[in-house]
Structure formats: C-alpha cells, structure tokens
C-alpha cells in the first residue's frame, strides 16, 4: 500500500490542497460553505493524485537517468506499468465522481482542463520536446486553486483569472530554480528545459521578470477588492524578498546554492501567500476599494 501511496507524489498532492484551500476560502468570503468544502477538495486532490501517477507512468524511462526520481516505484518496476495505469484511472473516475456530485461543472471542467495539460500536454509531449514546456504546464498548477474557487462562486470572473495568473506565474520561477539546482540531472535526461537550452544567465533574466509579474498579479487582488490590506503587504513584501534574491544571489555561493535558496524562498512565498488570501478575503460585495 505504501507504493501505491508514494506513487501518487503525496507532497504535490499536499501543496495542491494548500492552494485549493486558499482559492475557495477567497472566494467564499468569509462565509466558508462546510459542506461544500470536504467534497470540493477531495475530488481535486483525487485528480490531482490521478495526474502525477500517470506522469510516473509516462516518465518511467526518463526517471531511470535522473538521480532525484530513479527510485520511483515505476522506473525501479516495484511497480507495474499496468497497475500504475489501473491506479491513475481509478484515482481519477473516483475524483471526477465525487467532484460531479458534489460541486458543480466549472469546477470540474477546470480540473479536468489542468489534468489534460499536465498529463496530455506537458507530460506526453512538451517535457520531452519543448523549451516552453515549463510556462505551459504551469497551467496545470493553477488549475486546483482556480477550480476550488469555481466551485464555490460557479463563474468564471475577474477574482478568478488572477488568482490562475497568480499560481501560475508562481509556478513558473519555481520551476526554473529546481531545473537549475539540478541541471545535471535534466541535462543527463536530454531534456530541453530552459537552463539546459539557453544557458543560468538567460533563465535567471526569466526568473526575474517572472516573479516580477507574479508580486503585481498578487497585490492586483488587493487592489481589485479581493483581499484587504494585510494581504497587500504580505504580497508586496514576499514579492519583493523572492525578487531581491532573485537579482542579488548566487554570485558567491554559486548558481547551484544561489537555486536551492530561491526554490524554499518560492515556497515560503507561496504559503504566506496562501495562508493571508484565505484570512484576510474581503467580504463581499467585492470593488475596488484601493482606487477610491
């Protein structure tokens, strides 16, 4: 059981329902529905799990020359190709299912659009093929926040497409610091990732502009009327320390260190984040107070 339970990449599974839980509880208000929540998040996780079992299926051969994932149950055949597919499928017809009963269907198409870029898209293709397959599949990444946030507003509005660019544009600076951090890795795989493509110093010019558009897209949410003032200075505040790293680091400890520093700043970033969006929503009706 425990295989069955690691292939699904509990930590990814995990850091979805973070950021889940922070878009429903924006869009909830402060008048959270709790028995709408349960159901909401459990079927996102569900696909979410769905998802990274079928990635570890795709990306078994790829894993075998990776330092960092040649452990994985279905590169070392711990376990099968046709259980992990049953397991996928299973994890996904059950997140789907709880999702159509529970919630409603913008919810779940959102997931579902999330699930075919991150498998169909990215997995399939674009990781292997494709130096945008990181600004791509970000997509994906946004999809569980936006998707709880449908669920409970069953529209697709304003306060929803920043909070898919905010994840999104998260996602993607994150995503060039694991790359560059374990460079050594993508470049033995043959994969076209950014760093291996156009070089650190090009990536680190990406990653800066990206974390850039992420702090404005963050207190954009603010200053929309979404989320109150003590929002806006977190936002502002952990924007502005991930960004100065961003400029500022790695010229004496090293692109490698200077990467694994911006990764766990982008995470600390992305819980605050989290944690003031679902605290400090302001209630509706929702304006733009800051312009007033």
Same mark, same amino acid.
């Given at each position: 059981m425990q295989t069955y339970f690691l292939v699904t990449k509990p930590w990814i599974v995990f850091a979805n329902l973070i950021a889940a839980t922070a878009g429903f509880l924006l869009a909830a208000r402060g008048r959270p529905d709790m028995a709408l929540f349960p159901p909401a998040l459990a079927g996102i996780a569900l696909i979410v799990a769905s998802g990274c079992v079928f990635n570890n299926c795709i990306d078994r051969d790829l894993d075998r020359k990776m330092a960092r994932t040649r452990g994985r149950a279905l590169s070392t055949r711990a376990l099968s190709l $046709? @259980? *992990? !597919?049953l397991w996928a499928s299973l994890l *996904? +017809?059950? *997140?789907?299912a709880v999702l159509w009963i529970w919630t409603n269907g913008l919810c779940l198409t959102v997931v579902s659009a999330g699930f075919a870029v991150y498998v169909g898209a990215y997995s399939l293709y674009l990781k292997r093929h494709s130096v945008h397959s990181t600004v791509i599949g970000s997509l994906a990444g946004a999809a569980p926040p936006l998707a709880a946030y449908c669920a409970v507003t069953g529209r697709l509005d304003l306060g @929803? @497409? !920043?909070v898919a660019a905010i994840f999104s544009l998260?996602? +993607?600076p994150h995503s060039y610091a694991i790359t560059i951090y374990r460079f050594d890795d993508y470049a033995a795989a043959g994969l076209p990732v950014l760093p291996v493509v156009a070089g650190i110093p090009a990536t680190r010019h990406q990653i800066a502009g990206y974390i850039l558009a992420f702090t404005l897209a963050a207190q954009a949410l603010a200053f929309c009327g979404y989320a109150g003032f003590a929002y806006l200075l977190a936002a502002t505040a952990i924007g502005l320390c991930w960004l100065a790293l961003a400029l500022g680091g790695g010229r004496t400890s090293g692109d490698r260190q200077w990467a694994r520093k911006l990764y766990v700043c982008s995470m600390v970033a992305i819980v605050v984040l989290c944690a003031m969006m679902s605290l400090d929503a302001v209630p509706g009706p929702w304006g733009p $107070?800051?312009?007033l």
């Open positions: $046709p @259980a *992990g !597919l *996904g +017809i059950t *997140g789907t @929803a @497409a !920043l998260w996602q +993607i $107070p800051f312009f």
